[in-house]
């Protein structure tokens, strides 16, 4: 009888439900979640909400996230939106494979890189909503200046950011190990390369470490192109 409940015990466990992402391929948000996902060694289902067909807005992900945005994770009961929360869920529940360092000062580093107006709450609202004031300036004073303005605005950023880490980054950000500034870093560097021609020599160290992700299979395995719905 022993024996049997310890066999059903198992069976239980291996029966758990996998963890499912909803997220869109070329989301830096979402693409950030993956890279985690992937670095912890979690698998996971990949569910696609197609933001540029406004499949957020359906009355099922309404449901599933009232915020209409992505990515959101679910882990059985649990759900939880927004990169920044499923980062610090993921951490708490599946600690392997450590995204913050024991250290209390460069732990306080990476939750600063994450937290700042600079990448959070700086750069992404650029990236999703700031794209149609983009548009707008554009429709008053011409594409170029549009693009000016995205880039200056993205500058300041990377600027910033170069001063709060420069003293603390080597091989990546914050040292020799990946952790969860390089985590919302690389997808962000990425993004903002392709979709607004920044110059990265501008900035050598970010420039330098944007150099080793590349290098990382778990980045590269996160990236749009690799997603199933890179195509949509």
């Keep these: 009888m022993e024996q049997l409940n310890n066999q059903n015990q198992r069976d239980t466990m291996n029966s758990s439900p996998k963890l499912v992402l909803y997220n869109f391929s070329h989301s830096s948000c979402s693409w950030r979640v993956r890279f985690a996902l992937n670095l912890k060694g979690l698998d996971y289902e990949y569910k696609a909400v197609n933001l540029a067909k406004g499949e957020q807005f359906s009355k099922e992900f309404e449901?599933?996230?009232?915020?209409?945005?992505?990515?959101?994770?679910?882990?059985?009961?649990?759900?939880?939106?927004?990169?920044?929360?499923?980062?610090?869920?993921?951490?708490?529940?599946?600690?392997?494979?450590?995204?913050?360092?024991?250290?209390?000062?460069?732990?306080?580093?990476?939750?600063q890189s994450n937290s700042l107006e600079l990448v959070n709450g700086f750069n992404d609202p650029l990236l999703l909503t700031s794209i149609n004031q983009k548009k707008r300036i554009e429709e008053k004073v011409g594409p170029e200046e549009g693009l000016l303005w995205a880039q200056s605005s993205i500058e300041k950023g990377f600027f910033a950011l170069e001063q709060l880490v420069k003293d603390f980054a080597t091989r990546f950000a914050t040292g020799e190990a990946l952790y969860m500034a390089d985590v919302f870093l690389a997808p962000q560097i990425a993004t903002v390369v392709m979709r607004f021609n920044i110059d990265m020599s501008n900035f050598p160290i970010l420039s330098r470490v944007y150099e080793s992700y590349k290098t990382v299979p778990e980045f590269r395995a996160s990236s749009p192109e690799a997603q199933p719905d890179a195509g949509s």
């Excluded at 996230?65 to 649990?78: M, Q, T």
């Excluded at 759900?79 to 250290?103: F, T």
């Design 63 to 111: 449901q599933l996230n009232p915020l209409r945005c992505v990515p959101v994770l679910v882990d059985g009961d649990v759900v939880v939106s927004d990169s920044l929360a499923i980062l610090l869920y993921l951490e708490e529940k599946y600690p392997q494979r450590a995204l913050l360092p024991d250290d209390p000062r460069r732990k306080a580093l990476n939750l």
